[in-house]
């Protein structure tokens, strides 16, 4: 197998207090050893953290990597769209995960002018054609609200042909169900690259409760373990480091385009893991 570690990317969450500004710079340093090829930067439902998020966005550009703000369009206005591209641009921001979004607690409007990715996608490549390199979400073991597994991968297939230019998957334990997703992707001409999303193992109920939120099948053996520790951390974190390094292996192995991390806002897990793998 090839020791190549593929381009890493890293995710980060806007933090909500001056106190966690401070402690997301420190770990964006220490991360920066790893030269990753971009860092990008959630917002909350109905864009709840916008303004945080393009904080920290600005933050990483300074700093002299590459940022992607996360953009979603449910509930927008192709003018609101429109004024946050040339916010984007003026910036200098030239990457972009564009989502359909989850809409507001409590939101009770129509969805606005946008109602699925793909439209947002086709928007931006209308109104700014090549300006912006456009990340997708991807779904390997299918979106959670999905009528299906075929309608889910058409509607990855729609933000492709809408001018995607690649795509981050959720978080996943199978790297079974990645290349499956792949092949199935390609067969349908959805051919861009498709970046594994990675989420570090460092808390047994964390890992657990938001695998069952987003969709991702947690193998039984795996689960088990982790609840036998019980709060045993330093045996939650090994374990997890041998499980997640494992799967790192089998996606470069079988030819991963890069490997995106869901940091948390932590270094320590993907720094160890960077390090398994050499």
Known sequence: MSKTVPPISLEFFPPKTPEGVA???AVRRQLYAL????CSVTYGAGGSTQD????AVRAILEEGCEAAPHFSCIGASRASIRARLAQF???GIRRIVALRGDLPSGYGGSNGEFQYASDLVAFIRAETG???HIEVAAYPEMHPQSRSPQADLQAYVAKVKAGASSAITQM???ADAYFRFVDEAHALGATIPVVPGIMPITNASGIIRFADSCGADMPRWIRLRLQGFGDDTDSIQAFGLDVISTLCEQLRG???P???FYTMNQSAATLDLMRRLG
Do not use: I, V, Y
């Open 23 to 25: 402690k997301l710079t």
């Open 35 to 38: 030269k990753p090829q971009f």
């Open 52 to 55: 945080g998020s393009f904080a």
């Open 89 to 91: 641009s003026e910036h």
């Open 130 to 132: 090549d300006r912006f």
């Open 172 to 174: 996943f334990f199978n």
């Open 254 to 256: 079988g030819g991963a």
């Open 258 to 260: 890069g490997l995106h």
